[in-house]
């Protein structure tokens, strides 16, 4: 019998999380979702799926080279990066410590945890990365989310050897997502969601299944060549 694909899904525990571990579970995935531990209900939408889960905070990791092994006793075959901390701070309010932790979260744990994961993927000679970013990087990030840009900005650098490694199919890819019908949007301070909408050329927010089917794509098997790009699901921003 043919060994099950597994993916890993860093920040699995928000909307967009939740469904596509849904979708990856009706393909035929095995599942793994890492969650931060505050909010556990969306433990509720996934009763009933076997799934498996990692509980840790990024915020309050000590001795992050021992805690990240948990993620190297499994081999996966497709890693997606959906966290997304948001401290609410603006350009002029932030300081050196916003910055450093927000880069910790959001773009540090997560590349090293892909590299990682990188090992078996190159043995294998298969492999899906994806890192999921933020339509702000276009714009130089909102009021309140200069340091949630600037963090997923950094993971659009694509270093040279991600070239090389599509030889062996291993693809690695980054996506802007736009404004979608998300939790997380609506925890941005100061944010007015309908003048927001406005901004947008299709002229509403992104329903949460057309980002998972688009991840999804990218994700797993149907991906056959799209690698090293930036793209953008934000209806026409």
């Known amino acids: ?69 948990i993620f190297s006793q499994d081999k996966y075959d497709s890693v997606i990066n959906l966290i997304g901390y948001i401290n609410n701070k603006s350009y002029k309010n932030m300081d050196i410590d916003d910055l450093s932790i927000t880069f ?12 990682n994961i990188l090992t078996n993927m190159i043995k294998q000679k298969w492999g899906r990365i994806l890192n999921c ?3 702000g990087v276009k ?8 340091c949630y840009s600037f963090s997923k900005h950094a993971l659009e650098f ?5 070239k090389e490694l599509s030889k062996k199919n291993i693809l690695i890819n980054n996506i802007r997502v736009g404004v979608a019908d998300t939790k997380i949007h609506k925890k941005i301070k100061g944010r007015n969601l309908k003048k927001r ?21 990218l994700s797993s098997q149907k991906n056959t060549y ?3 790009e930036t793209l953008s699901i934000a209806g026409g921003e």
């Open 226 to 228: 799209i690698t090293g």
């Open 1 to 69: 019998m043919m060994t099950k694909k597994k993916v890993l899904i860093l920040g699995g525990s928000s909307d967009i999380g939740v469904e596509l571990s849904k979708l990856f579970i009706k393909n035929g995935w095995s599942v793994t979702i890492h969650y931060s531990g505050n909010n556990l209900n969306f433990l509720k939408k996934l009763k009933n799926l076997k799934i498996k889960y990692i509980k840790l905070n990024f915020l309050k990791i000590k001795n992050l080279k021992n805690q990240l092994k």
């Open 139 to 146: 714009y130089g990030g909102g009021e309140n989310t200069y």
């Open 104 to 115: 910790k979260v959001n773009t540090f744990i997560p590349l090293l945890i892909q590299r």
């Open 133 to 135: 970013g933020s339509i």
């Open 197 to 217: 909408t406005k901004l947008i050329p299709i002229g509403r927010m992104a329903k949460v299944t057309e980002i998972v089917d688009f991840i999804y794509y």
């Open 158 to 162: 694509i270093p040279s050897i991600f």
